[in-house]
């Protein structure tokens, strides 16, 4: 089946360590993002990536990293300059051209401490 | 700039009772718009979408009419479960230079009773 795997669930971190988010997808896909989502703010957008090797910031980069080395992986790096990094973090992907929807993963909940 | 609005939470509601979830949208061109579940601890799940003015998105009893005059896309449900217990997002997308923007609202949340 295809799909967007994200892993793990649930992470948890010490304060000052940087940690990296795992999202993986067989659709074929050549745009995947990445979303912080706080209780009562719906979706942010971190970074986004159209085609391998090129990605954007979104509009809270601050903080985070990406790569996109392979189109069926986007790796994304919480580092220790994100000053509020406890959030449920979503990936989803989508087809590049036309008006796709967007396909989204389960989330990786990430609790920093 | 581009946004959405969504109508407040949460909403609870009795068993097969009728459902509506307002969303208007402001947008610099002519977007595409979506309607997204969220069930709890999951990612989100596209409900239903509409790429012009006046189609009708529909799925699983769930419907959104897409009014360009109102710029709205409203949700609704003739009947609903105890199972469409969950948050619903109104998105919309945008292709600018080549690349897409999509915009979300901040979610309501729907509680069914038995």
């Known amino acids: 089946d295809g799909g967007i795997t994200q892993s793990p669930k649930y992470l948890f971190r010490k304060e000052g360590q940087n940690v990296t988010l795992s999202c993986e997808q067989n659709l074929n896909h050549d745009a995947m993002y990445w979303y912080r989502q706080d209780p009562g703010q719906g979706l942010r957008l971190i970074y986004y990536?159209?085609?391998?090797?090129?990605?954007q910031k979104g509009d809270i980069a601050e903080g985070y990293s990406v790569s996109r080395e392979k189109k069926e992986s986007f790796p994304l790096t919480v580092t220790s300059a994100q000053k509020n990094p406890t959030a449920f973090y979503l990936c989803?992907?989508?087809?590049?051209?036309?008006?796709?929807?967007?396909?989204f993963g389960p989330g990786t909940r990430l609790t920093v401490t | 700039g581009d946004s959405v609005t969504q109508m407040e939470g949460p909403v609870t509601l009795s068993e097969e009772a009728f459902l509506t979830i307002n969303c208007t949208y402001t947008a610099t061109g002519y977007p595409s718009l979506f309607w997204y579940v969220q069930y709890p601890g999951e990612g989100l799940q596209l409900l239903l979408k509409?790429?012009?003015?006046?189609d009708k998105g529909s799925n699983k009893g769930f419907e959104a009419t897409y009014r360009k005059e109102t710029t709205s896309f409203h949700l609704e449900k003739g009947s609903v479960q105890v199972s469409d217990s969950a948050v619903y997002f109104c998105?919309?997308?945008?292709?600018?230079?080549?690349?897409?923007?999509?915009?979300f609202g901040k979610g309501t949340k729907l509680t069914v009773n038995p």
């Open positions: 998105a919309l997308s945008l292709i600018q230079g080549g690349s897409e923007k999509l915009v």
């Open positions: 989803a992907s989508r087809r590049r051209q036309g008006y796709y929807e967007q396909y």
């Open positions: 990536s159209q085609i391998v090797n090129d990605f």
């Open positions: 509409a790429t012009k003015a006046d």
